[in-house]
């Protein structure tokens, strides 16, 4: 079983940058696309950044050119560098597979963007 575990949040005003981590236990995660989720107050979770295992990155139309998401594999850890912040990128983030089934999603990492 693969075990995610988000962290690097944290409040910033808006334009700042924050860098995201999440570990994964278990060695069958290099050969998986993974990806960034955020879920904002009151509303469903989406994708904002996704790598394959190759890493080739695809981004949701609101993050690209803010976002970029890299993997070390070997360290079995995928970031998310956010620059430029905007208000509306507050929410919890978290990584999992981008296809089904998700692996047990861990607690998420808090970001809190003020103007």
């Known amino acids: 079983q693969v075990q995610l575990v988000e962290s690097g949040g944290g409040l910033v005003q808006a334009g700042g940058s924050l860098r995201l981590s999440c570990a994964a236990s278990?060695?069958?995660?290099?050969?998986?696309?993974m990806g960034w989720y955020r879920q904002a107050p009151g509303k469903q979770r989406e994708l904002v950044a996704s790598?394959?295992?190759?890493?080739?990155?695809n981004y949701a139309d609101s993050v690209r050119g803010r976002f970029t998401i890299s993997r070390d594999n070997a360290k079995n850890t995928v970031y998310l560098q956010m620059n430029a912040l905007k208000t509306d990128d507050t929410g919890v983030y978290y990584c999992?597979?981008?296809?089904?089934?998700?692996?047990?999603w861990g607690q998420g990492t808090q970001v809190t963007v003020s103007s």
């Open positions: 278990g060695s069958i995660f290099s050969i998986n696309a």
């Open positions: 999992n597979r981008i296809s089904l089934p998700y692996y047990t």
């Open positions: 790598v394959t295992s190759g890493g080739t990155a």
